[in-house]
């Protein structure tokens, strides 16, 4: 198994510029999560899914929107990039009957 | 809403002693997770051990333990015979037991391991 994967690793997108984050588990979780960690903070998170077709907001939800089309892949989208949105982005996955978390290695994203 | 303090910014231990690192949280529910996870340089979040609130006896991992005092709302996270490879950022995060998938996450704790 990959586990969670993220690509791009590294993104420098200027502002206003639009881009999509993806992110692939191939454990068959049916929940997926977004989260970001900027500098001297924990994970705070974005939007998630408890399965395909179903989405919900998270703590920072604005400025990123997600669609989750299969269990498999769950892409985050940022419609008009401001420079407070750069930050290291984290796509993390787990069953519903399970306490844990598989995290991917994450996006590090710089807007400029 | 839940929050979780970790109030050690940074916190150093000389290798094969043994490290505290704290963490207290707010909560009004009764059941929920806590979890300590470990991010390396890498980047990588990585679980370290987990703790379900209804469960008094205290959760250990080889090396890792946690001391768990539900009353107090203090999840602290002990490392004994520490490893240069424990050198890392540490975060106490939260989670409800049913509904939000939502962890909450504190601020993180670096550790530094010395020879």
């Known amino acids: 198994n990959a586990g969670v994967t993220q690509t791009p690793k590294f993104q420098v997108l200027k502002t206003g510029q639009s881009m999509t984050l993806q992110c692939a588990q191939d454990m068959n979780h049916e929940y997926m999560s977004w989260y970001r960690q900027d500098p001297g903070m924990g994970l705070r998170l974005i939007h998630y899914?408890?399965?395909?077709?179903?989405?919900d907001q998270g703590e920072v939800p604005n400025g990123y929107n997600v669609s989750r089309s299969t269990t498999e892949d769950f892409p985050l989208r940022l419609l008009s990039a401001a420079p407070s949105q750069t930050s290291v982005y984290f796509c993390?996955?787990?069953?519903?009957?399970?306490?844990?978390?598989?995290f991917g290695p994450g996006t590090r994203l710089t807007v400029t | 809403a839940q929050t979780v303090t970790q109030s050690q910014p940074e916190m150093s231990v000389q290798e094969a002693e043994t490290v505290t690192l704290s963490c207290t949280y707010d909560t009004s529910e009764s059941d929920y997770y806590l979890f300590w996870y470990k991010q390396p340089p890498s980047r990588q979040m990585i679980l370290v051990i987990r703790?379900?609130?209804?469960?008094?006896q205290n959760a250990t991992e080889n090396r890792f333990s946690v001391n768990f005092q539900k009353a107090a709302k203090s999840f602290s996270l002990k490392i004994s015979d520490s490893q240069l490879g424990d050198a890392a950022m540490y975060f106490c995060a939260y989670r409800n037991q049913g509904g939000s998938e939502k962890l909450v996450f504190g601020k993180g704790t670096k550790l530094t391991v010395n020879p």
């Open positions: 993390a996955s787990r069953v519903p009957s399970s306490y844990e978390q598989y």
């Open positions: 703790q379900e609130a209804y469960k008094q």
């Open positions: 899914s408890v399965g395909a077709g179903i989405t």
